[in-house]
T-cell receptor, first 116, second 111 residues
Framework: GAGVSQSPSNKVTEKGKDVELRCDPISGHTALYWYRQSLGQGLEFLIYFQGNSAPDKSGLPSDRFSAERTGGSVSTLTIQRTQQEDSAVYLC??????????????FGNGTRLTVT | EDKVVQSPLSLVVHEGDTVTLNCSYEVTNFRSLLWYKQEKKAPTFLFMLTSSGIEKKSGRLSSILDKKELFSILNITATQTGDSAVYLCAGHNQAGTALIFGKGTTLSVSS
Protein backbone atom coordinates (compact mmCIF):
# COMPACT_ATOMS: atom_id res chain seq x y z
CA GLY A 1 0.00 0.00 0.00
CA ALA A 2 0.92 3.64 -0.17
CA GLY A 3 1.36 4.14 3.54
CA VAL A 4 1.66 2.35 6.86
CA SER A 5 -1.56 0.51 7.58
CA GLN A 6 -2.76 -0.39 11.08
CA SER A 7 -5.70 -2.46 12.20
CA PRO A 8 -8.04 -2.27 13.87
CA SER A 9 -8.42 1.49 14.02
CA ASN A 10 -10.33 1.18 17.28
CA LYS A 11 -10.44 -1.60 19.84
CA VAL A 12 -12.50 -1.77 23.02
CA THR A 13 -11.71 -4.66 25.32
CA GLU A 14 -12.46 -5.75 28.84
CA LYS A 15 -9.79 -5.68 31.50
CA GLY A 16 -7.93 -8.98 31.60
CA LYS A 17 -8.44 -9.89 27.94
CA ASP A 18 -5.61 -10.22 25.42
CA VAL A 19 -5.45 -7.99 22.32
CA GLU A 20 -3.49 -8.08 19.08
CA LEU A 21 -2.71 -4.99 17.05
CA ARG A 22 -1.47 -5.26 13.49
CA CYS A 23 0.86 -3.12 11.42
CA ASP A 24 1.58 -3.35 7.69
CA PRO A 25 4.64 -1.19 6.95
CA ILE A 26 5.41 0.49 3.66
CA SER A 27 6.70 -2.10 1.21
CA GLY A 28 10.47 -2.30 1.23
CA HIS A 29 10.92 -0.52 4.56
CA THR A 30 13.33 -2.47 6.69
CA ALA A 31 12.82 -0.66 10.00
CA LEU A 32 9.57 -0.88 11.97
CA TYR A 33 8.72 0.86 15.24
CA TRP A 34 5.87 0.71 17.75
CA TYR A 35 5.05 3.74 19.89
CA ARG A 36 2.31 4.40 22.43
CA GLN A 37 0.61 7.77 22.90
CA SER A 38 -1.50 8.43 25.96
CA LEU A 39 -3.80 11.43 26.22
CA GLY A 40 -1.80 14.64 26.37
CA GLN A 41 1.51 12.79 26.26
CA GLY A 42 4.24 12.49 23.69
CA LEU A 43 5.09 9.29 21.90
CA GLU A 44 6.52 6.58 24.14
CA PHE A 45 8.85 4.14 22.37
CA LEU A 46 7.93 0.48 22.77
CA ILE A 47 9.91 -1.71 20.35
CA TYR A 48 12.00 -1.49 17.17
CA PHE A 49 12.67 -4.07 14.45
CA GLN A 50 15.46 -3.73 11.89
CA GLY A 51 15.77 -6.39 9.21
CA ASN A 52 16.79 -9.75 10.65
CA SER A 53 18.47 -8.28 13.73
CA ALA A 54 17.20 -8.97 17.22
CA PRO A 55 14.54 -6.37 18.07
CA ASP A 56 15.19 -3.55 20.54
CA LYS A 57 12.59 -4.28 23.22
CA SER A 58 13.89 -1.74 25.71
CA GLY A 59 10.69 0.32 25.67
CA LEU A 60 8.20 -2.45 26.47
CA PRO A 61 6.59 -1.46 29.80
CA SER A 62 6.02 -4.98 31.13
CA ASP A 63 6.20 -8.63 30.18
CA ARG A 64 2.52 -8.46 29.23
CA PHE A 65 3.66 -6.70 26.06
CA SER A 66 5.28 -8.53 23.17
CA ALA A 67 5.69 -8.03 19.44
CA GLU A 68 6.81 -10.00 16.46
CA ARG A 69 7.54 -9.25 12.87
CA THR A 70 7.05 -12.09 10.43
CA GLY A 71 9.00 -12.28 7.20
CA GLY A 72 10.44 -8.85 7.75
CA SER A 73 7.12 -7.23 6.94
CA VAL A 74 3.90 -7.35 8.97
CA SER A 75 4.18 -6.84 12.72
CA THR A 76 1.82 -7.76 15.53
CA LEU A 77 1.85 -6.14 18.98
CA THR A 78 0.23 -8.32 21.62
CA ILE A 79 -0.91 -7.13 25.03
CA GLN A 80 -1.87 -9.88 27.45
CA ARG A 81 -4.18 -9.47 30.43
CA THR A 82 -4.94 -5.86 29.50
CA GLN A 83 -5.16 -3.23 32.23
CA GLN A 84 -6.94 0.12 32.15
CA GLU A 85 -3.61 1.94 32.05
CA ASP A 86 -2.93 0.24 28.70
CA SER A 87 -5.59 2.49 27.14
CA ALA A 88 -3.81 4.64 24.56
CA VAL A 89 -3.23 5.08 20.86
CA TYR A 90 -0.68 2.60 19.56
CA LEU A 91 1.24 3.97 16.58
CA CYS A 92 3.35 1.98 14.17
CA UNK A 93 5.99 3.57 11.95
CA UNK A 94 8.37 2.33 9.29
CA UNK A 95 11.50 3.64 7.69
CA UNK A 96 13.40 2.59 4.57
CA UNK A 97 16.88 2.66 6.02
CA UNK A 98 18.76 0.89 8.77
CA UNK A 99 17.83 2.59 11.99
CA UNK A 100 16.16 5.38 10.06
CA UNK A 101 19.49 7.08 9.54
CA UNK A 102 18.95 10.00 7.25
CA UNK A 103 15.33 9.12 6.72
CA UNK A 104 12.26 10.06 8.70
CA UNK A 105 9.73 7.63 10.09
CA UNK A 106 6.39 7.24 8.35
CA PHE A 107 3.52 6.70 10.76
CA GLY A 108 0.26 4.81 10.48
CA ASN A 109 -3.01 6.22 11.80
CA GLY A 110 -2.76 4.16 14.94
CA THR A 111 -5.02 1.83 16.89
CA ARG A 112 -7.01 3.46 19.68
CA LEU A 113 -7.21 0.90 22.48
CA THR A 114 -9.74 1.35 25.26
CA VAL A 115 -9.70 -1.07 28.19
CA THR A 116 -12.90 -1.02 30.22
CA GLU B 1 18.75 9.23 30.23
CA ASP B 2 18.00 10.75 26.83
CA LYS B 3 15.20 13.29 26.77
CA VAL B 4 13.50 15.89 24.61
CA VAL B 5 11.66 18.83 26.16
CA GLN B 6 9.28 21.05 24.27
CA SER B 7 7.87 24.42 25.22
CA PRO B 8 5.37 25.81 25.53
CA LEU B 9 3.07 22.83 26.06
CA SER B 10 0.19 24.77 24.56
CA LEU B 11 -0.28 28.00 22.71
CA VAL B 12 -3.31 29.95 21.48
CA VAL B 13 -2.84 32.59 18.80
CA HIS B 14 -4.89 34.56 16.28
CA GLU B 15 -4.71 33.99 12.56
CA GLY B 16 -1.85 35.93 11.06
CA ASP B 17 0.34 35.76 14.15
CA THR B 18 3.86 34.36 14.05
CA VAL B 19 4.74 31.60 16.51
CA THR B 20 7.97 30.02 17.69
CA LEU B 21 7.98 26.54 19.17
CA ASN B 22 10.96 25.38 21.20
CA CYS B 23 12.67 22.03 21.57
CA SER B 24 15.66 21.22 23.74
CA TYR B 25 17.31 17.83 23.73
CA GLU B 26 19.76 15.61 25.52
CA VAL B 27 20.44 12.66 23.21
CA THR B 28 23.48 10.42 23.45
CA ASN B 29 25.49 10.37 20.23
CA PHE B 30 23.04 12.79 18.64
CA ARG B 31 22.43 12.29 14.94
CA SER B 32 19.39 14.34 13.93
CA LEU B 33 16.35 16.21 15.17
CA LEU B 34 12.95 15.85 13.55
CA TRP B 35 9.74 17.85 13.67
CA TYR B 36 6.32 16.32 13.07
CA LYS B 37 2.81 17.76 12.86
CA GLN B 38 0.00 15.69 14.35
CA GLU B 39 -3.59 16.60 13.67
CA LYS B 40 -6.10 13.85 14.30
CA LYS B 41 -4.11 10.70 13.71
CA ALA B 42 -0.72 9.97 12.18
CA PRO B 43 2.14 12.41 12.80
CA THR B 44 3.31 13.81 9.48
CA PHE B 45 6.93 14.65 8.85
CA LEU B 46 7.95 18.30 8.60
CA PHE B 47 11.72 18.65 8.91
CA MET B 48 14.87 16.73 9.70
CA LEU B 49 17.84 18.74 10.94
CA THR B 50 21.37 17.44 11.23
CA SER B 51 23.60 20.51 10.95
CA SER B 52 23.72 23.61 13.10
CA GLY B 53 22.73 26.97 11.71
CA ILE B 54 21.18 25.79 8.46
CA GLU B 55 17.56 26.86 8.21
CA LYS B 56 15.10 24.54 6.57
CA LYS B 57 11.99 26.11 5.05
CA SER B 58 8.73 24.82 3.72
CA GLY B 59 6.25 27.56 2.87
CA ARG B 60 5.40 29.43 6.06
CA LEU B 61 7.26 26.95 8.26
CA SER B 62 10.95 27.03 9.02
CA SER B 63 13.25 25.35 11.50
CA ILE B 64 16.82 25.61 12.67
CA LEU B 65 19.10 23.58 14.90
CA ASP B 66 21.74 24.73 17.39
CA LYS B 67 23.95 21.75 18.27
CA LYS B 68 26.06 23.75 20.68
CA GLU B 69 23.12 24.85 22.83
CA LEU B 70 21.19 21.62 22.12
CA PHE B 71 17.95 23.11 20.89
CA SER B 72 15.82 23.68 17.86
CA ILE B 73 13.00 26.06 17.01
CA LEU B 74 10.09 25.74 14.64
CA ASN B 75 8.70 29.01 13.30
CA ILE B 76 5.32 29.42 11.68
CA THR B 77 4.57 32.80 10.08
CA ALA B 78 1.15 34.18 9.13
CA THR B 79 -0.57 31.36 10.99
CA GLN B 80 -3.81 29.88 9.64
CA THR B 81 -6.50 27.82 11.35
CA GLY B 82 -5.18 24.80 9.46
CA ASP B 83 -1.95 25.09 11.43
CA SER B 84 -3.82 24.03 14.57
CA ALA B 85 -2.22 20.75 15.62
CA VAL B 86 0.21 19.15 18.02
CA TYR B 87 3.80 19.74 16.95
CA LEU B 88 6.19 17.01 18.01
CA CYS B 89 9.94 17.25 18.24
CA ALA B 90 12.10 14.11 18.30
CA GLY B 91 15.80 13.36 18.71
CA HIS B 92 17.57 10.54 16.93
CA ASN B 93 20.78 9.02 18.19
CA GLN B 94 23.69 7.76 16.13
CA ALA B 95 22.70 4.16 16.66
CA GLY B 96 19.45 4.99 14.92
CA THR B 97 17.25 2.96 17.17
CA ALA B 98 14.29 4.85 18.52
CA LEU B 99 13.25 8.43 17.98
CA ILE B 100 12.88 10.06 21.39
CA PHE B 101 9.86 12.33 21.37
CA GLY B 102 8.95 15.34 23.45
CA LYS B 103 5.42 15.74 24.80
CA GLY B 104 4.52 18.12 22.01
CA THR B 105 3.21 21.67 21.73
CA THR B 106 -0.52 22.02 21.12
CA LEU B 107 -1.08 25.02 18.86
CA SER B 108 -4.56 26.49 18.46
CA VAL B 109 -5.06 29.18 15.84
CA SER B 110 -8.32 31.10 16.11
CA SER B 111 -9.93 32.99 13.26
Amino acid sequence: GAGVSQSPSNKVTEKGKDVELRCDPISGHTALYWYRQSLGQGLEFLIYFQGNSAPDKSGLPSDRFSAERTGGSVSTLTIQRTQQEDSAVYLCASSPEAGGMGSPLHFGNGTRLTVT
Amino acid sequence: EDKVVQSPLSLVVHEGDTVTLNCSYEVTNFRSLLWYKQEKKAPTFLFMLTSSGIEKKSGRLSSILDKKELFSILNITATQTGDSAVYLCAGHNQAGTALIFGKGTTLSVSS
